[in-house]
C-alpha cells in the first residue's frame, strides 16, 4: 500500500512541465510563462521582419534600378553601334563605286586604243558595254590558267558577290547585313511573352524604345505603332476611336434656377487636341465633368452623341481617362511604382508583362521622368519630387491606360514653360496615335 502511493506521487509529479506549476487536486498545469515567452519571440521576430523590410525592399529597388540602368546603356550602345556601322557601310559603299568607275574608265580606254576583240564574260549578254567590263571568272582565264584543274572552277569571293549585288543595285543592302552583338541573338532572343527575369524584360522595352525614337528621327510623322509595326511587321494593338458630340447641352442646379451650362454645341475628334479657354467661374470643369460623366447634384439637357449613336459614356469608361486638376497621386510610392500600379490595374489582364512595362516606360520617357523614376512622389510629412513632376506623374497615370478619349482639367497649371512643353508634346503624340484629347487650360501660351 505505501509503495503504491510512492508510485503515484512520482507519477504525478513526472508530468509536470518545466517552469509551470501543477496546482493539488487538480489535471491542469499553469503554462503561463510559456505563453509569455512564445508572445515575446513573436514581437521580436516581427520588430526584426519591420526593421529589415526597408531594408530589403531599398536592395530590391537598388537592383531594379540597375537592371533599368543596365538595360537603357545596353540599348543605346547597340543604336550608337548600328549608327556607325551604317555610316561605315556607307563609306564602302561609296569606295566601291568609285573602284567600279575607275575600272569601267581604264577598261574603255584600253579598248579605244588597242581595239582588241570582244570580251567574253560570263553572263554578260553585251561584250563591248561598260556594264560588261567588270572583271569576273572567265573562260578564257580558266583554259590558260595551267594551275587550275580542268574540273573546278574558282569559287567568286565574298567581295566579288557584293560587287555584283551593288552594281546591279546599289541601294540593296546586301553583304552589309550584320547584326550588332552575339552572332545567335536571335535565337537566344526570347520573345516578349517568353520574357520572365527584369534584365529581359529592361532589354526589350529599352530596345523598343530607342528603335521607336531612331525611327522617329527619320519619320517624323509617323507614331510609335506606325514605326514599329513598319520596323517589325508584327500587328500593334489599335485604340478604338470616340467621337463625342454635343448639342444644346445645359446643366442645371437641383432645386434652383441656376444655370451652369447654357445651350452648348460642338464636337471633339480623334487625333486632335481641343482645348477648352477661358476665365476662372465659367464652367469649363462642369463641362469637362459633364462630357466624362460625372456631374451630380445637376440636372442636364441636351443630347450627348457618342460616335453618333445616343449611348451612355460610361460604357466606355474602361478606355477613357480623365486628368483631375488636384493630383491623386500615392505619396508613399516612388514614380515608376505609381505608374506601374495604375497600368496593372486598368491595362487588360491578357496583356503580357513586358508590354504592360514598354508601355510605362514610354510614358515616363514621353514626360521627361526618367531622372525621378525612382525617387518618391513624397507627402505633406515627406517631401519628394518637384510639383511639376508631380503634375507630370498625375497624368501618367492615365496615359498608362491607353485611352481612346483623354480629358484633362488644367493640366499645365503650375508648370514652367518646359515641363509644360514635354506634357504639350507627349499630348500631341498621343493624338498622332488617334487619341482624342480634350483639356482646359487659362491661356494659349
Known amino acids: 500500500m505505501d509503495i503504491g502511493y510512492k508510485i503515484l506521487i512520482f507519477v504525478v509529479f513526472a508530468a509536470c512541465f518545466k517552469l509551470a506549476s501543477c496546482n493539488p487536486n487538480t489535471a491542469n498545469q499553469n503554462i503561463h510563462f510559456y505563453g509569455v ?26 537592383r531594379q534600378a540597375k537592371s533599368r540602368e ?86 567568286p569571293s565574298n567581295l566579288t558577290k557584293m560587287l555584283h549585288s551593288l552594281e546591279s543595285d546599289p541601294n540593296s543592302h ?12 536571335k535565337k537566344q532572343m526570347p520573345k516578349g511573352k517568353q520574357l520572365h527575369t527584369h534584365s529581359q524584360i529592361f532589354k526589350y522595352a529599352y530596345g523598343q524604345l530607342e528603335k521607336e525614337k531612331a525611327m522617329q528621327q527619320q519619320n517624323k510623322d509617323l507614331t ?46 480623334p487625333g ?15 463641362f469637362l465633368s459633364a462630357l466624362a460623366g460625372k456631374v451630380t447634384g ?19 469608361k474602361k478606355i477613357i481617362g480623365f486628368v483631375p486638376q488636384d493630383d491623386i497621386v500615392h505619396g508613399n510610392l516612388t514614380v515608376e511604382e505609381n505608374l506601374r500600379f ?15 512595362v514598354l508601355v510605362v516606360e514610354r510614358v515616363i520617357e514621353s514626360l521627361g521622368l526618367q ?34 478619349l483623354l480629358i484633362l482639367d488644367e493640366p499645365t497649371s503650375g508648370l514652367d514653360s518646359s515641363s509644360s512643353n514635354l506634357l504639350l508634346r507627349a499630348l500631341r503624340r498621343e493624338a498622332l496615335e488617334g487619341v482624342n484629347i480634350c483639356m482646359v487650360v487659362h491661356q494659349p501660351s
Not at 526584426?48 to 530589403?56: A, E, H, L, P, T
Not at 510609335?224 to 494593338?237: K, L, P, Q, W
Not at 513624397?378 to 496615359?399: A, F, P
Open 371 to 404: 531622372a525621378v523614376s525612382d525617387s518618391l512622389v513624397g507627402t505633406v510629412e515627406k517631401r519628394g519630387i518637384s510639383g511639376g513632376q508631380r503634375k507630370r506623374v498625375n497624368v501618367g497615370l492615365e496615359m498608362v491606360m491607353e485611352p481612346s
Open 174 to 185: 546586301e553583304g552589309f547585313d550584320m547584326e550588332i552583338g552575339d552572332k545567335n541573338i
Open 224 to 269: 510609335f505603332s506606325g514605326v514599329i509595326s513598319m520596323d517589325t511587321g508584327s500587328e500593334i494593338r489599335t485604340r478604338p476611336p470616340i467621337e463625342v458630340a454635343f448639342k444644346d447641352l445645359t446643366l442645371t442646379l437641383k432645386g434652383k434656377n441656376k444655370h451652369l451650362l447654357r445651350c452648348v454645341t460642338g464636337k471633339i475628334m
Open 70 to 155: 543596365a538595360a537603357a546603356r545596353h540599348a543605346r550602345e547597340t543604336v550608337h553601334a548600328r549608327e556607325r556601322w551604317k555610316s561605315a557601310k556607307n563609306v564602302a559603299k561609296k569606295g566601291t563605286m568609285g573602284l567600279q568607275e575607275q575600272l569601267s574608265r581604264t577598261f574603255s580606254r584600253k579598248k579605244t586604243v588597242r581595239q582588241p576583240e570582244p570580251l567574253k564574260v560570263l553572263g554578260l549578254a553585251k561584250p563591248g558595254t561598260d556594264d560588261a567590263l567588270l572583271p569576273t571568272d572567265t573562260s578564257n582565264a580558266t583554259e590558260n590558267s595551267g594551275a587550275a584543274p580542268k574540273g573546278k572552277k574558282k569559287e
Open 342 to 356: 495604375s497600368a496593372r490595374c486598368r491595362l487588360s489582364a491578357n496583356m503580357p508583362k513586358p508590354d504592360k
Open 298 to 316: 445637376c440636372t442636364m439637357r441636351g443630347s450627348i452623341l457618342i460616335n453618333g449613336k445616343h449611348e451612355s459614356i460610361h460604357s466606355y
Open 37 to 62: 515567452i512564445l508572445i515575446a519571440a513573436l514581437s521580436a521576430l516581427l520588430l526584426i521582419i519591420y526593421n529589415c523590410s526597408d531594408q530589403v525592399l531599398s536592395t530590391r529597388e537598388r
Open 272 to 286: 486632335r487636341v481641343s482645348v477648352v479657354m477661358g476665365p476662372s467661374g465659367t464652367g469649363k470643369t462642369t
